[in-house]
Every structure is written in structure tokens, then in C-alpha cells.
């Protein structure tokens, strides 16, 4: 199983940036964003269900990032718009085997599998 995430990269606050997370070695249940910042805990940011699509997101981000998929290229993507300096974080795309409670996926340790980050860097 592999997640290979990529995206990242430094944009103005106010800009957009979408980041991509490609998916292989089986099917998933749930997969998420999450993000964090040096010595600060990793938190969530979206989730979405592979079957059906249905997602979830942080307060914080609600109405700025959308998460999707493209089932036939096994990728999902966070779309980020109106940036802003403390969305400034390494990104992580994460899945879950099979789907679960949407709270818990506030919880990293829910996840089974992980990718490698991507840095997102939002400048004032």
C-alpha cells in the first residue's frame, strides 16, 4: 500500500493550491487530510468516503477546502482556496481500511496508512 501525496509549495494568503494524494495496493474505506505544524499535535483537516463521496471538514477550513476523488486514477485531491498564514503546514493524506464514525477520524491514529507529507507554506 502506497500514498504518494504532492502538491505543496508556497502561495500568497488569499491564493489556492490543491494538493493531490495517488492511492495504490487496495481499495480504502476513508481518506483524509490532515495537517501539521512543528511541535503543535497533528490535526484534521478533511475525509472523505470512497464510496459515495461523502466528506467531511474541519471548522477551520469549511467553506475554503474541498476534498474529492477521482476513482478511475484511485486519487484524491484537496482543493485550497483563500489561504490563509495559518493554514501554513505539512499536509498528510491518510487512509483508513474500511469506513468509519466521522468523528473518529479526527484522530490520527484511526488511520492505517500514511503519505510521506507535503509542505504548504502561506505567506502574509
Known amino acids: 500500500v502506497q500514498l504518494q501525496a504532492s502538491g505543496g509549495g508556497l502561495v500568497q494568503a488569499g491564493g489556492s493550491l490543491r494538493l493531490s494524494c495517488a492511492a495504490s495496493?487496495?481499495?480504502?474505506?476513508?481518506l483524509g487530510w490532515l495537517r501539521q505544524v512543528r511541535g503543535k499535535a497533528r490535526e484534521f483537516v478533511a475525509a472523505i468516503k470512497w464510496n459515495g463521496g461523502s466528506t467531511r471538514y474541519a471548522e477551520s477550513v469549511k467553506g475554503r477546502f474541498t476534498i474529492s476523488k477521482d476513482t478511475a486514477k484511485n486519487t484524491v485531491y484537496l482543493q485550497m482556496s483563500s489561504l490563509k498564514p495559518e493554514d501554513t503546514a505539512v499536509y498528510y493524506c491518510?487512509?483508513?481500511?474500511?469506513?468509519?464514525?466521522?468523528?473518529?477520524?479526527?484522530?490520527?491514529?484511526?488511520?492505517?496508512?500514511w503519505g510521506q507529507g507535503t509542505l504548504v507554506t502561506v505567506s502574509s
Open positions: 491518510a487512509a483508513r481500511n474500511t469506513a468509519i464514525i466521522w468523528s473518529y477520524l479526527h484522530d490520527q491514529q484511526q488511520y492505517d496508512y
Open positions: 495496493g487496495r481499495t480504502f474505506g476513508n
